[in-house]
């Protein structure tokens, strides 16, 4: 998915590794790995790429 905010690296897209009570994304520029929790991930969204993450 998208995000509308970016991580340092200068990508803003992240790959989805685990959903629940918090969210789980992976940077694929640098693949670092982030928790989210749902609302702010909500907030955060931009584009979800595919349905499934
Ligand atoms: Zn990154």
Known sequence: ???KKGHPCGTN?????????D???KC???ERVV???R???N???KKV???ED
């Open 1 to 3: 998915m998208i995000l």
């Open 35 to 37: 928790m989210l929790d």
């Open 13 to 21: 897209r992240w790959e989805v590794i685990r959903t629940g009570a």
């Open 49 to 51: 790429i595919n349905p």
């Open 28 to 30: 694929t520029g640098c």
């Open 43 to 45: 907030k955060r969204i």
């Open 23 to 25: 969210v789980k994304l």
């Open 39 to 41: 609302p702010t991930l």
